[in-house]
């Protein structure tokens, strides 16, 4: 059934107790997946989610002439050997942020890119500026003509490319061109992000020279051509983190498995600092609350090392539980806290100032209410408040929630929330203008 059509409805009040999960991370996967473009021979990826994002994104591989597909629970098979199209257009392509890729990893492999405008998650203007100058230093050329972007050159070639400003999009499509191009890229003020590591370490097991990804500066000396293997995605930072702010939300008691501590290490301080208690482990984190109450605290979205803008709405919800007031600013997207008039009307009290502040009045109790996922995280969010909330909640718009989040209801289910899908029949009038 379209997830258009559907509704979760949440009985909140639960506190969530056992153990989690994590899935791939979507990010990273998306990325890993179109870099396969630039391969020789069969991709075998392991650990990647089964949510739309990758599915649309395979739809898309596969109008190129390519082979792919999943061929195991988390394991997708890529084979872009015989290639044949250096055009990405459609519907899926204007869909998701992720299609943008599809710009460096064209150009690389065939010297050309047609490739629609990207879509994604509606919450501020994301430019391809970054990108299109980056390939212009590599020696390409390139136009935007009814909404398809047209990047070509005769020959590649290495060059330093300056970031004007931190973005994980462009240092990745920049690299992406940059792996079979003549000579040394040099990439500065690179972004730092766990999935734009996962991109080079995936390149270099695939016979590309790619040095000082995770640094401010990334090198990539050029190399004839990538042949094909294996290789694992890194767990999803931001699904792991969603987990974590709903246990503290709820005031639980929560083992997240399968992740990378040190990815999580901005948000596990924010949540020491509001007096969730955090036990770090290899491969795992407990998050728990043992307190009658939590403590305000500012919040400050940064690219990474700094707390995730992805994190951002479900940190949001959790401020709505801390006693005294708190803040939240964004500062990686504009209109990002759009989605705040439906945490109010669960009975919030956050009021938003010069488009990037929201100012939360903690302990204002929330109560279940119709609302809407806004974007991805939002939708996150909208679920932790429902968790949280007294009463039932019901959400639509999970079209959004699909995107990233493998298992969701599953997972939680697992936890102890009291969750299920259903049919939406009908709509409510208030929500029909939100949509």
């Known amino acids: 059934m379209n997830t258009?059509?559907?509704?979760?409805?949440?009985?909140?009040?639960?506190?969530?107790?056992?153990?989690?999960?994590?899935?791939?991370?979507k990010n990273s996967a998306v990325a890993v997946l179109v870099a396969s473009i630039l391969v020789k021979g069969k991709c075998v990826i392991e650990n990647v989610p089964r949510v739309s994002d990758?599915?649309?994104?395979?739809?898309?591989?596969?109008?190129?002439?390519?082979?792919?597909?999943?061929?195991?629970?988390?394991?997708?098979?890529?084979?872009?050997?015989?290639?044949?199209?250096?055009?990405?257009?459609?519907?899926?392509v204007r869909k998701i942020r992720a299609s943008s890729y599809f710009m460096g990893a064209l150009l690389g492999r065939l010297?050309?890119?047609?490739v629609d405008l990207p879509g994604g998650c509606d919450f501020g203007v994301r430019p391809i500026d970054l990108h299109l100058k980056g390939f212009k230093a590599l020696g390409a050329e390139s136009d935007i003509e009814y909404g398809v972007v047209n990047i070509r050159a005769d020959r590649l070639?290495?060059?330093?490319?300056?970031?004007?400003?931190?973005?994980?999009?462009?240092?990745?499509?920049?690299?992406?061109?940059?792996?079979l191009a003549d000579g040394m890229t040099v990439i500065d003020s690179a972004a730092k992000e766990p999935h734009v590591v996962d991109v080079a370490n995936f390149l270099n097991s695939?016979?590309?020279?790619?040095?000082?990804?995770?640094?401010?500066v990334i090198k990539i000396r050029g190399v004839k051509e990538l042949h094909g293997g294996m290789f694992s995605v890194i767990p999803d930072q931001i699904e792991a983190g969603t987990f974590m702010i709903?246990?503290?939300?709820?005031?639980?008691?929560?083992?997240?498995?399968?992740?990378?501590?040190?990815?999580?290490?901005?948000?596990?301080?924010?949540?020491?600092?509001?007096?969730?208690?955090?036990?770090?482990?290899?491969?795992?984190?407990?998050?728990?609350?043992?307190?009658?109450?939590?403590?305000?605290?500012?919040?400050?979205?940064?690219?990474?090392?700094?707390?995730?803008?992805?994190?951002?709405?479900?940190?949001?919800?959790?401020?709505?539980?801390a006693k005294g007031n708190s803040t939240m600013t964004e500062n990686v997207w504009e209109n990002r806290l759009q989605y705040v008039g439906e945490l109010n009307r669960m009975g919030a009290s956050i009021t938003v100032e010069g488009g990037d502040m929201a100012i939360v009045e903690g302990g204002t109790p929330l109560t279940g209410a119709p609302v809407c996922a806004k974007d991805l995280r939002a939708g996150a969010a909208m679920v932790i408040a429902a968790l949280m909330?007294?009463?039932?909640?019901?959400?639509?718009?999970?079209?959004?929630i699909d995107r990233g989040y493998e298992d969701f209801e599953k997972k939680l289910k697992s936890l102890g929330a009291q969750i299920t899908r259903r049919c939406v029949n009908p709509m409510p009038e208030v929500l029909k203008a939100a949509k």
């Open 4 to 25: 258009n059509d559907e509704k979760m409805v949440i009985l909140g009040g639960v506190p969530l107790h056992g153990e989690v999960k994590i899935s791939g991370a």
């Open 54 to 92: 990758i599915y649309d994104l395979i739809g898309i591989i596969k109008s190129l002439g390519c082979e792919a597909g999943f061929v195991g629970d988390d394991v997708v098979e890529v084979d872009c050997t015989n290639i044949k199209t250096h055009v990405a257009t459609g519907a899926a």
């Open 111 to 114: 010297g050309r890119a047609s």
């Open 157 to 179: 070639t290495g060059d330093t490319v300056y970031m004007d400003v931190v973005s994980v999009g462009a240092t990745i499509d920049v690299m992406l061109a940059a792996v």
């Open 206 to 216: 695939m016979g590309a020279n790619i040095r000082g990804a995770g640094t401010d």
């Open 246 to 321: 709903a246990a503290a939300a709820t005031g639980g008691d929560v083992v997240v498995n399968n992740i990378i501590p040190k990815h999580m290490e901005s948000l596990s301080a924010k949540l020491e600092e509001m007096g969730v208690g955090i036990d770090e482990y290899d491969e795992a984190i407990r998050v728990y609350v043992d307190k009658p109450e939590l403590r305000r605290c500012n919040v400050k979205t940064q690219p990474y090392p700094g707390f995730p803008t992805d994190l951002q709405p479900q940190m949001l919800v959790l401020l709505t539980k």
């Open 389 to 400: 909330a007294r009463g039932v909640t019901e959400i639509y718009n999970l079209k959004y």
